[in-house]
């Protein structure tokens, strides 16, 4: 009923359209993106209708170029190498052989999923936009401020640098949370190592300078959308960190900007993808 309450007052008449009671309405609901669609809508709430010239224009991306892929199985001066290369150039890579087990990535997924997938009333427990929270879920960290909202809901657990009492992570992800953290941010000290001798430096120079200290694991899911030519999962944007190393699905739609052309990520088997973030450029300003 609540959900059902809040699709209506979203999806009010045209002539009377009140935005920011209807950012309220939809974040006073607790429920996501996942919660309207869930309430059965057919056509998607004004507030997260793009203009026209915001949306996809579903142009063909370049196919002649692809996201460099580096393999940690072999010897570490070519990997190194290819690392260098590829932040140079595009500033993403795909990472093989990275030493994070295949049943690992499965179940971080699947966790993943499932607590989206949650009844609402499980999830509204976590539902914050409080800052101090360490595991918030919320749909668009930017609601209040943005032009139009994203199609997408994320989980946010951030595991580092003080510990995270277990207790706070939603059951249905905790156990695997746990372990696939624990993994990542080992291969995120392997990756600054590397970046570090990619450029000339000590190979700990990049963790003596605490690029790795924070650590935080989101989880985004992006329902099904009953209009998806009018919307988007997520607007075009470069990442406020050190490195993210990404996991997708077998759905994929990830685009990297390369050359002023948007260039297809598909989904690769057991890869990792990693995008060298904003303060890891800035950070080298100043060395």
């Not at 609601?143 to 009492?165: E, I, Q, T």
Request: one cysteine or more; hydrophobic letters at 40%; a negative charge.
């Amino acid at each position: 009923m609540v959900i059902t309450g809040a699709e209506e007052s979203l999806t009010g008449n045209p002539t009377n359209y009140d935005r920011l009671q209807e950012l309220k309405a939809f974040d006073d609901s607790k429920s996501g993106v996942k919660g309207i669609v869930d309430a059965g809508i057919t056509k998607i709430p004004r507030i997260f209708v793009r203009p026209p010239e915001d949306r996809a224009t579903g142009e063909p991306t370049d196919t002649q170029f692809t996201i460099p892929v580096i393999d940690l199985g072999g010897r570490r001066a070519d990997a190194v190498d290819g690392v260098r290369r590829a932040a140079e150039e595009v500033g993403f890579f795909q990472l093989v052989n990275h030493g994070i087990a295949e049943r690992v990535l499965e179940e971080m997924l699947e966790a993943a999923r499932g607590f989206h997938e949650l009844p609402r009333e499980l999830k509204a427990e976590y539902y914050t936009r409080e800052l101090t929270k360490k595991v918030k879920f919320r749909s668009n960290f930017d609601l209040y401020k943005s032009r139009f909202a994203n199609w997408r809901d994320s989980l946010s657990c951030v595991m580092g640098p003080h510990p995270l009492d277990p207790q706070e992570l939603p059951l249905v992800c905790r156990d695997i949370t746990i372990e696939y953290s624990n993994q990542v941010h080992k291969l995120g000290i392997t990756l600054f190592g590397m970046l570090s001798e990619a450029l000339g430096l000590k190979s700990d120079q990049l963790i003596g300078l605490e690029c790795a200290k924070g650590h935080v694991i989101l989880s985004h899911y992006y329902p099904a959308c009953p209009e998806p030519e009018l919307t988007m999962g997520t607007t075009q944007h470069s990442d406020p960190d050190f490195l993210t190393i990404l996991l997708q699905d077998h759905i994929g739609g990830l685009q990297v900007l390369y050359q002023n052309r948007w260039i297809d990520v598909p989904p690769v088997p057991g890869a990792l993808v990693v995008n060298i973030g904003d303060l890891i450029q800035a950070r080298f300003l100043y060395i």
